[in-house]
């Protein structure tokens, strides 16, 4: 059975099923979100992003899922944060978080995404994932973070999220 408490888990040893990302279009008052159409959390409102293909970096991945998505390029990208999730289904996911202060084309509608633009002081959290609320304000304050999750369903379980830090690394200890 999956742990329901993140420190029941050796993080250190674990290995998720999929890498993926996010990435975030940021102007000074709003956000570029997107309604998810299926898959992993269709219908809720979050960042465009998805899974990393083989022989990807994190950032190719985060750059072509925008495109793929919502039909722009986004620029100007910085990695904000990493995210690790643990659903009680035994699913796993490891999330490269970015943030694009710059971008060309002009968002569109496809098969996967409803383009929103959400002003930074009224973002829908009721409509996104319980985790974001918790996080997305650090990435839009260019404060790092680290966080992992336990999820059953939609329904967070459990978390830890380290802001300002990398992912922890293990103690060596003296002989």
Do not use: C
């Amino acid at each position: 059975m999956t742990p329901r408490r993140v420190d029941a888990i050796n993080w250190s040893s674990w290995i998720p099923k999929d890498p993926a990302t996010l990435l975030f279009v940021v102007e000074p008052t709003r956000v570029l979100l997107i309604r998810k159409k299926r898959g992993l959390g269709a219908g809720k409102i979050n960042a465009p992003g998805g899974r990393i293909e083989p022989g990807e970096t994190p950032l190719q991945a985060a750059i072509r899922e925008v495109h793929e998505e919502v039909r722009v390029t986004p620029s100007s990208i910085a990695k904000s944060g990493e995210l690790k999730f643990q659903f009680t289904d035994g699913y796993s996911l490891h999330v490269h978080v970015f943030r694009a202060d710059a971008y060309t084309g002009v968002p569109q509608e496809t098969d996967e995404a409803l383009p929103l633009w959400e002003p930074i002081d009224a973002l829908p959290y009721d409509e996104m994932w319980a985790d974001d609320r918790l996080w997305v304000p650090h990435m839009l304050a260019r404060r790092p973070f680290f966080g992992r999750f336990i999820f059953d369903g939609d329904a967070m379980l459990d978390h830890v999220l380290d802001v300002e830090a990398a992912e922890p690394q293990p103690v060596k200890l003296a002989r």
